[in-house]
């Protein structure tokens, strides 16, 4: 069974945690404006998209970078959720049994709710 976290080991993963989101931030600032652009390329054209040649490339550009950006903020979320438990003083226990998550998955994965044997399960 994993240890619990020490001082500098939480310490260290808060700090990873808030790297990362403010990482995604800028990620999901670049989204942003690809999809801005997609919606300017789109707006511009007088055709629809069935008879404009450029409607289905704009229309898999924006279902692409829809899917990135909803990955996006589902990573912020976990990220998020994990600097309140950061804040709460419960990181680093799987939110489902309650048992340390241990340093090695949680250094793989800051953002990890559950510890191995409940991620396994169904
Ligand atoms: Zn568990």
Do not use: K, N
């Amino acid at each position: 069974m994993p240890e619990r976290l020490t001082d500098a080991q939480l310490e260290h993963l808060a700090r990873e945690l808030r790297r990362q989101r403010h990482d995604l931030d800028a990620q999901q600032v670049r989204m942003d404006e690809s999809l801005d652009d997609v919606r300017a390329a789109r707006g511009s054209s007088d055709a629809d998209d069935e008879h404009d040649p450029e409607g289905p490339t704009l229309s898999s550009e924006w279902s692409r970078i829809s899917g990135l950006t909803a990955g996006l903020a589902d990573r912020s979320a976990a990220i998020d959720r994990a600097l309140q438990r950061v804040d709460d003083g419960t990181y680093g226990q799987c939110v489902r049994c309650g048992r340390p998550i241990g340093f090695g998955r949680l250094d793989a994965l800051p953002w990890a709710e559950l510890c191995i044997e409940c991620a396994r399960l169904p």
